[in-house]
Structure formats: structure tokens, C-alpha cells
């Protein structure tokens, strides 16, 4: 094991940086066979915020368990203020003032926001803890600048809410550690900049703050530190003001992968035009509103937006999942397609990856070769009376070569069992050895590192050099200016703006925020 | 997990069942030698006990299978019991009214029960369908109208017309299913075994089969790769209720040669009972059933000759089940002792 140590220097003494509070070190945890902490070192100071950044599956979320007390280590060492301790629970954690909000958030749907706070916290007779943590709850929420309906049920909460009560539970509980694992991955930008402005606030008041991430944007703008992970091991810690993003990208891959623009050379004819669609929710607000565009064959239509603008009402229209009030989809050769089923969609060439694989893309209890093989199943390729599984197999293990899924090590294996940008390239793999002709891809790199996001592009912008219209719905910008050889703006339910590429960062971002 | 380990693990939390029932069993009064008389040598050596159990197992198979392609569906089949007893009603209907011609009267009697079978399963599957009704309410509830319905027909319109009791008239001789030629098994238990053939093909081998594994495991997933989810679990929902029609036809032609107040009660939880033990797979079903077959014979002759409660069968049963469902835990966990 080498860590590299090029760039740490030394932290400069501001007022606010005292002591060390937590300290692991040689930290060892097997599962099996496979190592996921290899001698992994790590501290955290009072009242900074440290932010933990690396490749999915590099071992972040893993290190931060062992110190919430969810996994216990194999061997080494954690310091509490110089003071060896033993995590053995999360009880333990608690008693020792660590919070860790995780990245699936773990509420109870039907209860209020302030009784899943005192389902957490609560202590002694129900009404006065109640009372009592409402009233913490209020005045934390002042002190860092948040609002949360306290009384409304977390599964009318938005997502983001959600999280400020997962945050509100830790400190409610008086946490003087706080770890978030991947707490934007679900946030849109202006959501993710109150995130941090708040946990900035909290560590000026004297709490530590580690923030699990791979967006790199993230670790430069808001840490104090940051530590980077690659393999289980900790490559380096380092001062964000000394980084430059290639530097940091090079020390969490090891290697470069910087993507630069492709644009199209051939774009032909309209494949599909989409004309004056809505539709209404049940509750009749019109999430979809008067959306038209088109798309050619050998093109990248990006749609760019924040999220929750009816993104995936228009996903799920064009997949066939849900059909529009008013409107027309015209697809090329097959008139209006507006009312077709999702397997006459399939037919007609139209592939859909939808933004929640683990809901829509792939049966995590099923083997990855069923998971491959059900789209010939349907058509009938593998035999119409008996499927025949060794065909279908051998039609796996080429497929799952050619699109270079790894992780898969036996036939058998279970779908969920393969990390998220596998299991993402096991959807592409399944969809695109079709050859579709449309391809509707909503926030394919959703929760992916780098390397997994760039196959991803590859693979799209394969299927728009075979000739196919390929609609690249995200709420990421970067990826959209990156990937599009045009771009739409939508918000509330219709594309208000369009540009073509080259186009301009600031005129796209204020027509989404213009509307937002 | 391997599939030989997984196998195993059942296989032992099965025989823990077994011996902690058997232990029941001394402790209240029956020795080991007579245990092991009861359930094994007179069973395996008396034909007239084969055939008992023989009988009783091909109902049992088919209402197993029933149970396990609803559950394969995510279609949650509480009301069994309700299309047995209307399965039967189909084929006394048949049998009472001389409808059609007599050589094909028993094949007629079958389809009817098949139909009826089917037929009652229609509104629990559209309430659950459009409405959104959980099935396991309905189908449970629609036991109890089934079953008031019988008591209706049997004191009503088909009392017996020569000794008056609230059961139909007997069938005749060609409305029974009779022995294979030549052997002393019942054809009901020919008719069980095709049905575990046609059922593994179409639950292991077939399109069908595979598809509605992704039906199970993910229903929106199912959907977005454009498969037609409600039709996937009406289909087995209908087959659900079609066999279970079936079963009912064989109980009252191979068994009780009418249609009779009690018939069917039991069938309902001992076909949840053997879809769940064998994991919805057609041929374990057979196993199962079998099983529980012997149990229940055995049982009898034990109520009888050693003054035994029936609660304490079905005490067994639970015993068997609570084992082997706690083995699964065994297949799902690895277990590691950290000194």
C-alpha cells in the first residue's frame, strides 16, 4: 500500500480549528474476501468541515459506518480527542455525540416531521419530550437557517425537507459530529448551496462536519479539507485553495478522464417531433403545459431544468407509462405514437432509461443474465414455447463483455448486487444492443463517479452516431452543455427556451432559475 | 448459497420439525414404536392406506399449485376454499342435471369445475385490478358467501331426494373418478401429476414463466419494459382459480362421490400451507402434499385408536411449518460467532 503524499500541507491556524476531535487510524474492514478499508487513516478537526471525496465504491460510506458504529472495524484504532474508544454500536456513536445522516434516509412516511424526531431522541413522557424537542427543533432550525413543516408527515415532505429532518434529528440530539453521506445526490444546485451554507454554520458554532461526495465542484467550494478515497485506501488529505479540479480528478481516478464535447456530424431529417403536449396531475395541476420540440436523427436534444418541472411526466409519457391530455408525438415512419403501450414503444424503437433504476431499470432480485435477457424474452428470440436459458445466457455473457459491465462474477449473480454504475451500464446494455432508433435517457450519470459517467456518454453518443435522436433529460448542467448538440430549457412543464450549441452557461442557467 | 446447500438447509429444518413433533407426540402418551407404525410401516404397507393418502394428496397437490402461481403473481389467494366449493358446485351441476352425453360426462364435469373455479375468482381480481381492493380480503371474504351459497343449494334445491340429508344425490358410477385400470390408484392423482407437469412448464420453462418472475421482483420495472403487468396477474390469477376449481371436482368425484357440507374445509390453508413449503416450485408441491397427506391419514387412525384431539394435527403442522419457515432464515443469513 502506498499513499502518495505530494500535496498535503500543513492547515493554516485560524481561531476556529482547536483540537482534533476523532482520529482513525489503520483502519481495517474486510467482508469476505474483498477489502474495503485498507489501513484507511482519517481526523477530523473542531469545527471544520471535511469533506470525504472519491469514486463510488472507493470506501467512504463504509469508513463513515464504522464511525456511526453500523459496521464494526476489523482492526485499528479511533481516537476521541486523543482518548481511544471502542464504536461497538450506534448507540455508542451517539453517546460519543457522532450523527450520521445516510444517503437513503431512514423516516417513517406517515409521521410528522417532529415525531420522527422524537421517535429518534425522545426521553421521559411523550408529551413533555415532544414538547421539549419542539422547541430545540424551532430554535436549531433558527440558528442555521432552515425551514421544515415540523407538523406536516414526512411523505408530504419534498426530498430535500426530508433530509433538513434527518439533519434536524442528528442535532436535536446535540451531535458535535456530523456526516452526511452524499447528501446532494438527490438536491438541486440551490438546494445543495443552503445545505452547505447551513453546515457552515454549524461548524462556526464548534461542530465538525464530514460531508461523503464524489462531485468534485462540491468538495472545492465548500471544505475545509478534503480527503480523498480510491480502493479502500486514503490517497491524500489535502486544502482545497492549493486544488485545481484536474489534480483532484487525477487523484480520485488515478488517472485522468477529463470529457470534452462531440459534436454531431450528421444531423438528418426529424425523427421525432413533439407537439403542443399537457397533462394534468390528479390533483389538475398542469404538469405538463403546451411542451413542443423536435429531434433529428444524429442528435442530442439535451433538456436542461431543475427538477420537478415535469421531467419525469414527460419521461414517462414518452416511454408509455402515462398518457397526455392534449397533444401529438410524431414518430417518423409510425405517425402519432401518443397512445401506444410501452412494448409498442419498444417495437417502434424506442428505448428509455429512466432516472430510477433501481424502480424502473432493473428486478435487483433477479440474476443480471434475466435481467439482460428479458427484452429478447418478450420478443421471442429465445424460443417461443420454452425459453431456451443457455441461448439467452450466452446472450448475457456477450452483452455484458461488450458494454464492459464488471463486477458480475458469477451467472447467477443477483442484479442489485452490482454497483451503481454497472447496474447502469447493465440498463444501456439491455437497451441499446436493440439499436434503438429514439432514445430517451432521463439523468442517466445520476449518482455515478466519473469514470461509470463517461461509458455512459460514450454509449449515448454511439447510439446518435448510429443515427439515432437521442433526448438527454438531467438536471445537471454540466452534463447537458457537455453532451448536447442542442438544448431546451423546461420548466413548468414546457421547453421555454432553446439554444444551440456552442451556448452560453449564464443565458441557460438564468432560464431555469428565471422560471424555477 | 448453493442450490444443493439450500436444499439441505430445509431438508434439516424439516427433520427438526419432524422430531420435535414426534417428541410432542410421546409426551402425550403414544410410544416411539407405535409413532413409528402409525405414520410409517401402516401406510406404506396397507394399499387401502396408499390409496388414502394417494386420494387426498392429488387434491392437495392441485390446490398447492393454486396457491403457488397466485403467489407468483403477487396475487395473494386467500379464497381457495371459495373456488373449491364452487368448482364442485360446477361439477355436481353437470352430475345432477345428466348434462350431456354419459362417456363424456366426467370430462364435462372438470371443465365445469375448472370454469366455475375461474369464474369465481373474476371480482376479486377486477376489484383488484381497477379498484385497487386488496385481494386478500376479497378472496377470504368470498369464502364465506361460497360457503352460504353451498348450505343454500345442499338444504334447497339439491337436498338428496331419497334420504333427505343436506347433500346432493350420489353420483352415479360414470360421474366418479375411479381407480386407474388395473391398479388401485385413483385417477385423481393422474389428473394432479399432469396438471405439476403442465404447471412447471409453465412456471419454469415457459415465456410466461419468466416473465412474470419480473412481475414479482418489480412491477414498474415490468412495466417500463413493456410488459403487461395486469394482464401477467390476471392470467395467473385466473389459473389460480381454475385449479382450485379443479381440486374441488376431485375431492367430490374421487373422494366423497357427491357434493357434501364439509368438503372442502382445510383445503384453503393446507394449499397456502404447501404453495409456502415449497416455495411456489410445482414438483416440491407434490412433496409437500404428499406430506401433508400421510399427516392427515395418520392422523385419523391416530384420533382414533389413541383418543389423539385433531388440534393436536394441526398442531403438528404448524410445528413443520414454523421450521422450515425459520430455515429460509438460515438461507438469507450467514451467520459468524465473533469470540
Sequence with gaps: MTITNTYNRDLPATDNVAGTVLSLKNIVKTFGKFVALDNVSFDLKHGEVHALLGENGAGKSTLMNVVCGLYTADSGTILHYDKPILIKSPNDAHNLGVGMVHQHYKLVKPFTALENIQLENGTGPYKASLDRLNAKAVEVSERIGFTVGLHTPVGQLSISEQQRVEILKVLTADAKIIILDEPTAVLTDSESDNLFTAMRSLAASGCSVVFVTHKLREALTFADRITVMRNGITVDTVLPKNMDANVLANLIVGESVVESPKRSKVVTTPKIMIDRLSMADINGVQVISDLSFNVSSGEIYGIAGVGGNGQNELVSILSGLLRADVGTIELDGYGNIEAAKPIELRNYGVACIHSDRASHGLANDLNVDENFAISGVLAGEFGKLVVQRRRARAAAAQAIQDFDVRGVRSQGQKAGLLSGGNAQKLVIAREFSRLPKIVVAHSPCRGLDVRASSAVHEHLLAARDRGGAVILISEDLDEVMLMSDRIGVMSRGSIIAEFEVPADRNKIGKAMAGNA | MSKRNQALVICGGLGIGLLVSAVTLMFVGISAPDLLNEFIFSIFTSSRSINAVLALAAPLTIVGLSAAIGFKARFWNIGIEGQVIFGAIGATLIATYDVGPEQFR?????????????????????????????????????????????????????????????????????????????????????????????????????????????????????????????????????????????????????????LTQGFFIGYGFLGILIGFLARNNPILVVIFALMMAILMVAGQSLQVFYQIPFAMIQLIQAIIVICVAASEFFIQHRINIIK
Design chain 2, 106 to 258: 366426467i370430462y364435462l364435469m372438470a371443465s365445469m369445475a375448472m370454469l366455475f373455479g375461474m369464474a369465481w375468482m373474476i371480482l376479486p381480481l377486477f376489484l383488484s385490478v381497477k379498484l385497487r381492493v386488496n385481494e386478500i380480503i376479497s378472496t377470504l371474504l368470498l369464502n364465506y358467501v361460497a360457503f352460504n351459497f353451498l348450505l343454500h343449494l345442499l338444504y334447497g334445491p339439491w337436498k338428496d331426494p331419497e334420504t333427505f340429508f343436506p347433500n346432493s344425490k350420489i353420483y352415479e358410477k360414470s360421474e366418479r373418478l375411479n381407480n386407474v385400470m388395473g391398479l388401485e390408484i385413483n385417477v385423481s392423482v393422474v389428473i394432479a401429476l399432469v396438471f405439476v407437469v403442465l404447471m412447471t412448464w409453465l412456471l419454469s420453462l415457459s415465456r410466461f414463466g419468466y416473465i412474470l418472475k419480473f412481475v414479482y421482483a418489480n412491477s414498474n420495472m415490468a412495466k417500463s419494459i413493456g410488459i403487461n403487468v395486469v394482464l401477467m396477474v390476471s392470467i395467473a390469477a385466473l389459473i389460480s382459480g381454475a385449479l382450485s376449481g379443479l381440486a374441488g371436482f376431485t375431492i367430490s368425484a374421487g373422494i366423497d362421490s357427491r
